[in-house]
């Protein structure tokens, strides 16, 4: 990975010291901040190091191609998921970059922190972060002194959150990464500009949104917890939505496809949006909401996979934390904001690409590890092993020996109930 992003640092000494931080990033430091990061890769001081993160030429938003273009190779899927989240970095004083008192999620109250908005890749074979965007509140665009004193460029203005979370997937989708989903939690589920945006690039989604979300249809406008609030008994199906800490997540969910409009030859559109609602087992009171837009055809199943693959930014944000110190910079220009950051994506997308090949090498040695010598023979007899794949000719037949049962049969099929809205939704059928 490190010879993969060498060409953009244009002396030696730049590349080395880059090396070094990646290094200390990766490795064991109580806490990755500058002088424990230059003890530990033997530099006499942090000056190296703090002068690649503020004063040293390079770019951190060509580091950020190369780091998305290495998870395509490594992790990418045909069915991937984009994932957009925030995570809040907690700060004394006033003067680093985007700092304010704001509402933090990490820390679940308001506090004196910087906030950025992330993107994570997620597939089958891992997750890891992908891109970042600072967040700079009204208080940081209006005093442009400020800023200058920060290094933030004057082309930088104010951004709402959710105006950076298309900026991240517009480059999303302009990078190698193979993407097919996006998700959301509903500060960004509930902006239409975000949802219209997912929608025109021909990705399917599943964002998750407040009760208070209306739903347009031929029939009207309806408030989502009123539509799901009128959903039958035999509506609610018991699903899991992937693997968590303790085992599968699994939930209560309702699904419902929304009316679609034919095109005017006649022809059915290619996807539907839906609404969708997740129940929890033990405290049925707790429900959370989802809008979704998916391919004609699309498994209910599918759809909970998606909005449970929302998670997997959680878990990039604690291990990047962790274990490559996202958040434990002492930058306070926007530079040096920007390019630790970057940093520390790349050391986590190593971390990532390096343990879904270690899964895929252990998967590896179970299917071709040597079966146990049967009794009575001697496969070493003539020194070697018979041939896996070929019976021993000795071995008398047994019909349908070589049949393995891999997974236990498709029930019957039986039709998924949608949300009885007589005014705004018909009954349809799911899978």
Not at 221 to 237: N, S, T, Y
Request: aromatic content about 8%; some cysteine.
């Amino acid at each position: 990975m490190l010879l993969r992003v060498g060409h953009r640092f244009g002396r030696a000494d730049l590349r080395r010291r880059m090396r070094a931080y990646v290094h200390g990033l990766l490795g064991p430091v109580g806490r990755k901040n500058g002088w424990q990061l230059a003890e530990y890769v033997g530099h006499s001081s942090p000056a190296g190091l703090q002068h690649l993160l503020n004063r040293a030429r390079w770019d951190a938003d060509e580091i950020r191609d190369d780091v998305q273009a290495y998870v395509a190779e490594r992790l990418g899927e045909d069915d991937g998921v984009l994932v957009i989240d925030e995570t809040g970095f907690l700060k004394k004083g006033d003067t680093s970059a985007g700092v304010q008192r704001q509402y933090s999620g990490t820390a679940g109250r308001t506090e004196n922190c910087q906030v950025a908005v992330f993107a994570a890749y997620a597939s089958s074979r891992g997750r890891t972060l992908v891109d970042r965007e600072l967040y700079l509140p009204k208080s940081w665009t209006s005093d442009r002194e400020r800023c200058r004193e920060a290094k933030v460029p004057d082309g930088r203005g104010f951004a709402t959150k959710t105006e950076l979370a298309r900026v991240l997937v517009a480059r999303a989708l302009s990078s190698p990464l193979p993407i097919s989903w996006v998700t959301a939690d509903a500060l960004y589920g509930q902006d239409w500009h975000f949802r219209h945006m997912v929608e025109e690039a021909g990705l399917g989604y599943v964002v998750a949104v407040p009760k208070s979300q209306q739903v347009k249809s031929l029939a009207g406008c309806w408030r989502i917890d009123q539509l799901v609030g009128d959903a039958p008994d035999e509506a609610w199906e018991r699903l899991s939505c992937g693997e968590g800490a303790k085992g599968p997540r699994v939930y209560d969910w309702a699904a419902a496809q929304l009316p679609a409009i034919p095109f005017f030859d006649g022809g059915e559109p290619s996807h539907r949006r839906w609404v969708m609602a997740r129940r929890s087992i033990a405290r049925p009171d707790e429900i959370a909401y989802y809008l979704a837009y998916a391919p004609t055809g699309t498994a209910v199943s599918q759809l909970v996979k998606v909005a449970g693959s929302r998670w997997s930014i959680e878990s990039c944000f604690q291990s990047a934390k962790n274990e490559c110190g996202l958040d434990q910079y002492e930058v306070r220009r926007y530079v040096g904001w920007y390019r630790h950051i970057t940093l520390a994506m790349l050391a986590h997308a190593f971390l990532a690409a390096t343990t879904a090949h270690a899964r895929t090498a252990r998967g590896l040695e179970k299917r071709i590890a040597p079966r146990p010598a049967q009794p009575g023979r001697n496969p070493q007899a003539h020194g070697s092993l018979p041939p896996r794949d070929r019976p021993s000719p000795t071995a008398p037949h047994r019909p349908g020996a070589e049949m393995v049962l891999l997974a236990p049969p498709t029930p019957g099929h039986r039709q998924t109930l949608p949300l009885q809205t007589p005014h705004c939704w018909s009954r349809t059928s799911a899978t």
